[in-house]
C-alpha cells in the first residue's frame, strides 16, 4: 500500500502551524457575540454559555472543539450527536473511533490537530440544522479559523464542505484540493458516519486521508502564492445582512 509520507521526511513539517498571530479575530455583524476573541479558551468558554440560538435550550453541553491550538490541520464536522452532547467534545462515538483509525494510517492523533463542528450544539434527534441556526454559529468557527490558522481544513461531510463551497458535491470533490482564502485549503472529505454505513465510502475515506499530506503541500504553495500577491486591496467587510460572504471568497479562489 502507498504510503502517505512517501518522498517525506516527517510528518511534523506538515502538520504544525504558523503559529499565534497578534490581535486577531473577526468582525461579527451580529450584536450581542464579542468580535473580538483573544484566545480559543475564551472562545471556547462563551460557546459554553452561548444561547444565541434554539439548539442552547435542548443541549446537555455545548461542544466548542479541542485539539491543538495551532494545527496545521483543522476538522470540522456537521455538529454534535448524543453522545458528543453528553461528554462536551467532538466525535467522541463510533464516527470518532472511525475518525481516530483514519488519523492513524497518516499518521496523526487527536493532538495533532483540531476537530471541531459547524454548530457547537446537538440538533434534536440529529436532523441537520437549520439555516438560522447556522448562521448564529458561523462567527464562533470563523474566529476559530482566525485563531486557529490552519492550512487545510478538512472537511467532514456534505454540510461542512457547504460552509466553503456552496455549490460543490462531495461525490466529485472529496479527496481534492480546493483552494479556499489567504492559502488555506479545503480537503473535502466523507463524514466518518457515512464510512460506518458504507464499505465503499470507507475504502474512499481510507483513500482520501492518505493524500492529507499532498493537501498540505497544496496548502504550503498557495499560502506563498497568496503571499506574493499583492496586498493593498483591502478585503471589504461583510456587509451585515449576508453571511455568504466568506463563501464566495472560497469560490473565487477555486483553482
Ligand atoms: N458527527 C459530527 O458531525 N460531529 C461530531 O462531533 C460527531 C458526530
Ligand atoms: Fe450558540 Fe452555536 Fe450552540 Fe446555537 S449552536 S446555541 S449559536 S453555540
Known amino acids: 500500500m502507498p504510503s502517505a509520507l512517501d518522498g517525506m521526511s516527517s510528518l511534523a513539517i506538515v502538520t504544525s502551524g ?6 486577531v479575530v473577526m468582525q461579527s455583524d451580529k450584536p450581542g457575540i464579542d468580535p473580538q476573541w483573544s484566545s480559543l479558551s475564551s472562545l471556547s468558554k462563551d460557546v459554553i454559555n452561548c444561547t444565541r440560538c434554539a439548539l ?17 490541520i483543522l476538522f470540522i464536522g456537521e455538529g454534535p450527536g448524543h453522545n458528543e452532547d453528553q461528554q462536551g467534545k467532538p466525535f467522541v462515538g463510533r464516527s470518532g473511533a472511525l475518525l481516530d483509525e483514519l488519523l492513524a494510517l497518516v499518521p496523526l492523533r487527536r493532538e495533532d490537530v483540531y476537530i471541531t463542528n459547524v454548530v457547537k450544539c446537538r440538533p434534536p434527534d440529529n436532523r441537520d440544522p437549520l439555516p ?18 490552519p492550512r487545510v481544513i478538512a472537511t467532514l461531510g456534505r454540510h461542512s464542505l457547504m460552509r466553503f463551497f456552496p455549490n460543490a458535491r462531495i461525490s466529485s470533490s472529496h479527496g481534492q484540493v480546493m483552494n ?11 463524514h466518518p458516519a457515512a464510512g460506518l454505513r ?11 486521508i492518505l493524500k492529507l499530506p499532498q493537501a498540505m503541500i ?8 497568496s503571499q506574493a500577491r499583492p496586498t493593498s ?16 471568497k472560497g469560490q473565487m479562489g477555486l483553482l
Do not use: M
Request: aromatic share 6%.
Open 56 to 72: 442552547s435550550e435542548t443541549r446537555t453541553n455545548a461542544v466548542p472543539g479541542e485539539g491543538s491550538d495551532f494545527p496545521g
Open 132 to 149: 438560522d441556526e447556522v448562521r448564529a454559529c458561523w462567527p464562533y468557527l470563523e474566529a476559530q479559523i482566525q485563531l486557529l490558522k
Open 218 to 225: 497544496a496548502a504550503l504553495d498557495s499560502e506563498r502564492a
Open 198 to 208: 458504507s464499505t465503499k465510502l470507507k475504502e474512499a475515506l481510507k483513500e482520501d
Open 233 to 248: 486591496q483591502p478585503e471589504p467587510d461583510p456587509s451585515p445582512e449576508d453571511d455568504s460572504t466568506d463563501h464566495r
Open 18 to 23: 504558523v503559529g499565534p498571530k497578534a490581535g
Open 180 to 190: 479556499w482564502r489567504d492559502g488555506i485549503v479545503v480537503f473535502p472529505l466523507y
